[in-house]
């Protein structure tokens, strides 16, 4: 197991260049044990460099890698025993099938003969591919190679797991399905980072977030410290009774910036960035009882991740 | 230990993609098929045309065969699976070269043992001077052999284009078959050829081969 005292995984001011092309540019961030870190960006942001340079793919790299204490630029063989890596883009030869592929994997990784049928068993079941393990890679779908992809990754029970873009290729079940995995995965003190573009995916399952563009590091945090701490202004919608009277003359606020009308009797006000929510609340509440409305829903919408990652990377 | 491991995957690989059975089955039959249509082969020993098929075709197939199997491993980010594991980046150059090799040399020698068989079949127990020939031939062969599959490996390491790598592999093998079976008469006749090919085999061959690690391990993949 990973040393209980440091993080599983430190980036300390890591760069790297290809040709002219500066992939990464002064990258440095830690992973606590135990976490889900997600990691975004648009595309050529870096992302899949920060995961080669982590899983000793790429060694020739300025700045300090390490995993649980250890360098990855030394220690490279130490480090691949306790690493699950799941790349973006990878082949098997065509002959193998699937358990072939498996027990040769988990040889490479030190699992003993006795331990290994069961673990491929295990591992088949735990992605939903027990029937399929006689037959040939070749003649798999793509959702089921990359569940395979994971399969493998998961044999030896690493204690990090780097997925690139592990949901790519997968229909909705077969998401959620992963999502699953990594949750449980986490419960059971694995440290997982993954990249992906899939918003919604990352708001659901990282306990922390990394928004990388342009080979730099914009922002690291817990999805809602990074949501809480970007300024796009909170939005609050209001459900009233079918029956009531909806109020209209929000604008004469001077913390509403506007207000969306959705249904009949739902409103989205928009506050202006710069409010304190604290205070704006009880403003609204007591404007909407003074009106009459009958109240059945008040929420507080914060930005979405993606809202939150548009603005970043977008620069809007 | 995970040297054992990779060397039998890959020989596994070669049995499984019927690429084995090809060589296997593959040159016996085509010396038979050689004899049977060469018009003037009437009275020429089956290990004649046997050595004259693998010193020809036995570099071509070696070279052509590593050049686009590394080359499409490599194109198709096969290795990174292995490397992200306890595996060495020359263990895994080492253990494709030693599968080729060993069913290279297989069908080499079944192709001579089918040869030696059907002589002594049609015409009786081959004279010593066409074992000596043959002798000759194989140490030659297996020399070759041993050359054009480090030059596969150099060359699959080399070219991103699998059609470069098999065009590579076809230039650098072929080329190189044609060199041996004329190093005989090239020689002064105070060396002997087996001898001869046995240095070169030593030499040139792990030469090669280390600095095509050399190269792989610099390689970003």
Request: proline content about 4%.
């Amino acid at each position: 197991m990973f040393t209980l005292s440091q993080p599983a995984v430190v980036f300390n001011s890591v760069s790297k260049a290809f040709g002219s092309t500066q992939a990464l540019e002064n990258v440095s961030f830690e992973i606590p044990q135990g976490s889900v870190f997600g990691y975004i960006g648009p595309n050529g942001a870096g992302k899949t460099t920060t995961i080669k340079i982590l899983v000793g793919l790429i060694q020739d790299f300025d700045g300090e890698v390490l995993v649980d204490g250890q360098n990855v630029s030394n220690e490279r063989l130490n480090i691949h025993r306790m690493l699950g890596y799941l790349p973006q883009e990878v082949g098997f030869q065509e002959w193998r099938t699937v358990r072939q592929m498996l027990i040769t994997f988990g040889r490479l990784s030190g699992l003993s003969h006795s331990e290994m049928d069961t673990r491929v068993n295990e591992v088949l079941e735990t992605v939903g591919l027990p029937d399929v393990e006689n037959r040939k890679i070749a003649h798999l779908s793509g959702g089921m190679k990359q569940k395979l992809h994971l399969a493998q990754c998961l044999l030896h029970q690493p204690e990090l797991l780097v997925l690139d873009e592990p949901m790519s290729g997968l229909d909705p079940a077969s998401r959620h399905q992963v999502r699953l995995i990594i949750r449980n995965l986490c419960q059971k003190g694995v440290t997982v980072l993954f990249s992906s573009h899939i918003l919604s995916d990352v708001q659901d399952i990282a306990t922390q977030v990394g928004i990388l563009n342009n080979g730099q590091l914009l922002v690291v945090g817990t999805p809602d410290q990074i949501q809480s701490h970007f300024q796009l202004g909170n939005d609050i919608e209001i459900v009233v009774a079918e029956d009531s009277p909806i109020c209209k003359n929000f604008a004469e606020l001077p913390t509403i910036e506007s207000a969306e009308e959705l249904s009949f009797n739902r409103i989205l006000l928009h506050l202006k960035p710069e409010v304190d929510i604290d205070r704006v609340i009880p403003n609204i509440l007591e404007k909407l009882i003074s009106e009459g409305c009958k109240l059945r829903s008040f929420n507080l919408v914060r930005p979405s991740l993606e809202e939150v990652y548009l603005k970043y990377v977008g620069g809007f | 230990m995970n040297f054992n491991i990779l060397l039998l995957d890959e020989m596994s690989g070669f049995y499984k993609s019927k690429a084995m059975v090809a060589l296997w089955i593959g040159l016996p039959v085509m010396t038979v098929i050689l004899h049977a249509l060469q018009p003037n082969a009437e009275g020429v020993p089956f290990l004649f045309i046997a050595g004259l098929l693998v010193s020809s075709m036995g570099g071509i197939i070696a070279c052509v065969t590593l050049s686009t199997s590394i080359c499409s491993d490599m194109n198709n980010h096969v290795y990174d699976l292995f490397l992200i594991r306890p595996v060495r980046k020359s263990s895994l150059l080492l253990a494709k070269f030693l599968a080729v090799l060993t069913c290279v040399l297989i069908a080499a020698a079944l192709a001579f043992l089918a040869g030696y068989l059907l002589d002594y079949w049609t015409i009786g127990v081959s004279s010593d001077v066409v074992l000596q020939d043959t002798l000759n031939a194989l140490s030659l062969g297996i020399a070759g052999i041993s050359i054009a599959c480090a030059l596969g490996v150099l060359i699959g390491i080399t070219f991103r284009s699998l059609s470069l790598a098999a065009i590579g592999g076809i230039y650098a093998g072929g080329q190189l078959s044609a060199i041996i079976t004329l190093i005989p008469t090239l020689l002064p006749e105070w060396i002997n050829p087996e001898l001869f090919a046995l240095l070169i085999c030593i030499v040139v061959a792990p030469v090669i081969l280390a600095v095509s690690i050399i190269i792989f391990e610099r390689r970003q993949l």
